[in-house]
């Protein structure tokens, strides 16, 4: 009895000493509520809640390795919220809505962490020594799995989630336990058989069509066109925005009552379909119409002309909500791209990649430049066949007529412009002749690429005011702009390069500290 009143009493000093050093349960206990920081506002907690896990910021309807932060480790931001969420109550509201809204299982850590990491996970049994180490992204989507299926708060707050390559391939069954209490998820990123109607893929589908009536985004590949047939039955997923069709092999009409069954859909993309042409954007069957989009590609569609999107423009729902136009291995040949211009009044976005095997012929009568008064970026990546013989390729011709329309003034708004011409802003610029050196009133950022380089090389183009063609103004961002090297045209009248050095970022990593490995 004496030995546990001595062993009391030491305990009841150690508490008295730790009060009156102030590390006291009132100040540091579980959602403490007192300091400065617990009354601050919700919106304001929530952006700084934001710096502090960037990705939690993701709304795109982008796979995991396509949404990737550009700099910092994810799963060590997404721990230092987690820590965060537990100082007081306030804080935990805040930090709870970023940690389930956009939810992102990582394969590794992005930094040295992942060594130490790797090496907990070995299993180190004398039985197993040599044992392959665990799987670290099933583990944490079975965590994650665990922890919304016992609180169904936390369920109704993921919109997003996002997961490795090899774990929704591998874990299919996993995912869809997790899927079936999360009745408000928008976007997630699926295995490849689920587009292809691969009978594994059976029960995925099957939870993702019951208990996520809010999907935002779909494809459909070979194989998949019963699918496709039910979606237009069952009036599933009526808010799909993005739908992705390839390969099938459907009806016209059959697909057209799909598409007009979708009443929110903004972005179709349609590729490998060699038997789809004019008439799906023609015909109207009845209330089966193609519906107006803000965004449509045409990938390999030789059959879809520009005839057909001229008719498909007439109509006045399509013109006001078209404003980006993807066009690749079609039938809209170069030569007609004015005729689209002068249909899409408020077009931001075009793009037309070609390969041609004859010159551009302008006429009789002659082809009227290319005009509008709202395109912003201009893909016209034109190269010329590799059968083609002369002294002259053929896709010059067509870069010839760019640049006509590019110096008559009739694209006042572009400013950004991609092309296939390794010498296109030489050409440019010395096409302009000094009767004509103050013509030029535009900033045009040009990206190059020629047919045997990599990379897009950027060069910036301003406002030229005098007859000596005096250099134009440098960008001041970094020498780098994604993937293309930057450049600066020389106004000398012969449009030489001048190589601008890359700056240095002065960033270095430093490793995350972190008390345990959780999910996130």
């Known amino acids: 009895m004496g030995f546990l009143k001595r062993i009391r009493s030491r305990s009841g000093t ?7 050093y102030g590390y006291g349960s009132s100040q540091v206990g579980h959602y403490g509520t007192r300091g400065s920081g617990s009354k601050l506002p919700l919106p304001i907690l929530d952006k700084i809640f934001s710096y502090v896990c960037p990705h939690t910021q993701d709304e795109t309807y982008l796979p995991s390795e396509g949404s990737m932060a550009e700099y910092g480790c994810m799963p060590c931001d997404l721990r230092d919220l987690a820590q965060a969420s537990l100082v007081c109550s306030r804080w935990n509201e805040s930090a709870m809505k970023l940690l389930y809204r956009s939810v992102r299982i990582d394969a590794v850590h992005y930094c040295s962490k992942e060594i130490e990491l790797a090496e907990k996970r070995k299993r180190r049994s004398f039985f197993e020594h040599n044992a392959d180490p665990k799987d670290a992204p099933q583990q944490r989507l079975q965590l994650f799995s665990r922890t919304v299926r016992q609180s169904d708060s936390l369920g109704v707050l993921v ?89 099938l092999n459907f009806e016209i009409t059959e697909l057209l009552g799909v598409l007009s069954s979708l009443p929110a859909v903004g972005e179709v993309t349609i590729s490998e379909l060699l038997w789809l042409d004019d008439t799906i ?10 519906p107006p989009l803000k965004k449509l590609e045409l990938h390999n569609v030789p059959s879809i002309t520009a005839a057909g999107l001229t008719a498909y423009l007439s109509r006045p729902e399509v013109r006001e909500a078209l404003t980006s136009l993807n066009l690749s291995g079609c039938g809209v040949l170069p030569s007609k791209l004015h005729e689209i211009l002068g249909s899409a ?9 070609e390969i041609v095997s004859q ?33 002259t390729k053929p896709h010059n011709s067509y870069y010839s007529y760019l640049t006509e329309s590019l110096w008559s003034g009739s694209l006042p708004a572009l400013r950004t412009l991609y092309v296939r011409d390794g010498r296109f802003p030489e050409s440019l610029v010395s096409r302009s002749l000094r009767t004509r050196a103050g013509e030029w009133k535009q900033s045009l950022d040009i990206f190059t690429k020629g047919l045997d380089e990599l990379e897009w090389k950027f060069s910036s183009l301003g406002p030229i005011t005098d007859l000596d063609l005096s250099p134009p103004h440098a960008p001041s961002s970094g020498a780098w ?11 000398n009248g012969s449009g030489g390069f001048l190589a601008v050095p890359p700056e240095s970022s002065g960033k270095s990593g430093g490793k995350r500290r972190s008390l345990q490995d959780t999910w996130y």
């Open 14 to 20: 150690k508490n008295l000493e730790v009060a009156s």
């Open 359 to 391: 010159p551009f012929h302008p006429g009789p009568p002659p082809t009227p430049l290319l005009a509008s008064q709202s395109l912003e970026t201009f893909h016209y990546e034109i190269t010329s066949a590799s059968g083609t013989h002369g002294i």
């Open 159 to 247: 919109l997003f989630l996002k997961v490795p390559y090899m774990t929704r391939e591998t874990c299919k069954a996993d995912l869809a336990k997790t899927i079936s209490v999360l009745p408000n998820l928008r976007y997630v990123d699926l295995p490849g058989g689920f587009f292809t109607g691969d009978p594994s893929c059976h029960m995925l589908r099957q939870e993702l069509q019951a208990r996520c009536p809010d999907i935002r985004r779909m494809k459909y590949l070979s194989g998949s066109e019963q699918s496709l047939l039910n979606l237009g039955h069952t009036q599933c997923w009526q808010g799909l925005e993005i739908v992705e069709l390839s390969q």
């Open 481 to 491: 702009r994604g993937e293309a090297r930057r450049s600066m045209v020389v106004g």
């Open 281 to 290: 954007l023609q015909v109207s069957l009845g209330q089966a119409r193609f």
């Open 345 to 353: 009044p408020y077009l931001t976005h075009l793009s037309i990649i």
